[in-house]
């Protein structure tokens, strides 16, 4: 049975959710599961939580071992689950603050917080993937740490490990829009595409019929347009529902921000993360613990998240389709050839399947060929070290220049890379 390294496995989302997917599945029971985190305080929990799910289950196979050592965890690994930030409790506040003091007004983290993500994180990416390159040359990566279409990108142009991007953006989306609509979620069909955190309903039916009229007339009702104001606005002007919450969205474009008037009309607060992160951090070691102490915690029921299912299906050869973030080679065929897209996929015994997909519609694409234009520079700031390349991803980014000047945009960058110096590449 396969060997199963969760890099980052003290996240309180990801590490008890993937866990417990994984051990829902009968066929992945007698897997080595290996935990690897840099916060022993966390891992710990974590070790404490997977063995309290397994033993409650009556799970007798499952071996689970836990180290800080990222090398032991993925030797020999058949499959490495990455979810991690690289001084994310720091960080995280700067990526706003920063910004903000120069006039960038963003709810969540909008393109110039991606640049300063990206050269904290890709680097790190590189070394583990090396790490695999090394230890497990024919393991599959699957990676959930952000930004996703960059560090997809990032793995492809840098290195030779077989990935794929994932993020439960989609497959959230479509059960809100379920909800919306007033129709169970198992009953809708569903088709999209384009770039992560902004990829596009393209269809959306139910038996046959579509669905976007009904969608249209609900977002007319007050109570749902106020549950998602962003995409709806979108939809209303680009008429297509987007992948991802309001907030993240309201970030992507410059449409919204720029009118600091609108921000209290559409639910968009600037500094709104930074709030909700180190509130989230303050309380993090005590949820994880708190796992351990709700006994209705142990229970496994699958999640939704992509990671087990995903696995499931290649070592079962059990067809199943899913959204992955991967190299647009001829995918869709109006966005940029050299980045990495989000598609439908599929897994099977034989490994992902990605799905050719055609032309988005034109304003579609133009769309996400504004917001995937900083992506290309991005990545290489972050491979090269190359600080004049992260200078074109911010100027590039769409709020970002209706905000600022470029002699500001500049100023900005180098604020942000000297004050996370500890973290990012070397520049």
Known sequence: MPKIALI???????????????LYFPELRESTISLMDINEERLAIMLRVATKLKDDNNICGTT??????????VDGADYVISSFEVGSTKCRALDQEI????????????????????????????????????????????????????????????????????????????????????????????????????????RLERK??????????????????????????????????????????????????????????????????????????????????????????????RSGEYGAELIHAIETNTPYRFYGNVMNDGLITNLPSNLCVEVPCL?????????HVGDLPNQLASLNRSFANAVEHRVKAALSGNREQAYYAAQLDPLTAASLTLPNIRKMIDELIDAEAEFVAQM
């Open 208 to 301: 046959g019929e579509d669905l976007y009229p009904r969608l249209r007339e609900a977002m007319n009702v007050p109570d749902i347009w106020r549950q998602d104001r962003i995409r709806f606005e979108l939809m209303r002007y680009f008429g297509y529902f987007v992948t991802e919450s309001s907030r993240h969205n309201s970030d992507y474009v410059p449409y919204f921000h720029t009118h600091p008037e609108l921000e209290a009309e559409l639910d968009i607060p600037p500094l709104w993360y930074r709030d909700s992160w180190y509130r989230e951090q303050a309380s993090l070691t005590d949820r994880l613990r708190g796992m351990l102490a709700d006994a209705s915690r142990a229970t496994l029921s």
């Open 347 to 355: 897994a099977d015994g034989s490994g992902v399947h990605p799905c």
């Open 64 to 73: 689970f071992e836990a180290t800080t050592d990222r090398r032991r965890a």
């Open 99 to 202: 910004p903000f003091k120069y006039g960038l007004r963003v709810c969540y983290s909008g393109g110039t917080q991606r640049v300063a993500q990206d050269l904290r994180q890709i680097p790190v990416v590189i070394g583990m993937c090396q790490d695999l390159e090394a230890l497990c040359p024919d393991a599959l990566l699957l990676n959930y740490s952000n930004p996703v279409p960059d560090i997809a990108t990032a793995i492809r142009w840098a290195t030779k490990v077989k990935s794929v991007g994932l993020c439960h953006s989609v497959q959230g989306t479509a059960r809100q829009l379920a909800g919306y609509l007033n129709v169970p979620f198992e009953q809708i069909t569903y088709w999209v595409a384009g770039i992560n955190h902004q990829a596009w309903f393209l």
């Open 8 to 22: 980052g496995a003290g996240s309180a989302v990801f590490g008890r959710r993937l866990i417990a997917d994984l």
